[in-house]
């Protein structure tokens, strides 16, 4: 897994270069293959994310491959299972590098929901 995530890491890292994009340190979490291309993604990712809110709290679809759900699924933290708790969590690196805010962590839980559960299964 480690050994993944850090060829992960030698595939993107020259191509964030070869995009003249600098980039924070970014905790990927758990691997794996993006949803979308992971380019168009770093663009993108605000309009989908408020596109399937809209879709799930005003027309009651829901579990699509956009949830928010999914991406935190992801893009956690292999060492404390969340999207935010250090400052390279996935959902706080790039946003603290840029000075945006987000809200949507005191509402959505910011840790992956598997580990929970695995955690609290008896
Ligand atoms: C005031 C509380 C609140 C805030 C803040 C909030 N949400 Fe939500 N969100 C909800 C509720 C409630 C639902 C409906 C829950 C459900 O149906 O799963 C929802 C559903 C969603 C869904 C669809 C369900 C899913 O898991 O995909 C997405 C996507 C989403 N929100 C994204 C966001 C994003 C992005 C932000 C930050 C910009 C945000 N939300 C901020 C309360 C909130
Ligand atoms: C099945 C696992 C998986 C899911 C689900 C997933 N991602 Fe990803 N995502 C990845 C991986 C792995 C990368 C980086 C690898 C690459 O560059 O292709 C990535 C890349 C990204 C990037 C670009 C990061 C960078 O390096 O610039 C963003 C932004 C992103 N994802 C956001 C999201 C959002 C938002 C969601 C939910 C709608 C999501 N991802 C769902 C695995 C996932
Ligand atoms: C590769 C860097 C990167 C990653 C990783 C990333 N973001 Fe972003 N995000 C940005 C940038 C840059 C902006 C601001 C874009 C703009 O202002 O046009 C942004 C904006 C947003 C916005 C819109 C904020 C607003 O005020 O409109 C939301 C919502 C958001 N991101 C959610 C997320 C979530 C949830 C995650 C984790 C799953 C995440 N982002 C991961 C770079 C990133």
Known sequence: MKLF????LCLWMPMALATGMTVPKLDIGKGGQCVEDAQWMRKNHMD??????????HKGVRNTKHSLKGCIECHASTLDDSVTARADSFCVACHRYESVKIDCFECHSDKRKSAWLQRNAK
């Open 5 to 8: 995530a850090s060829l992960l």
């Open 48 to 57: 989908l994310l408020k596109h399937q809110r809209d879709d799930t709290v």
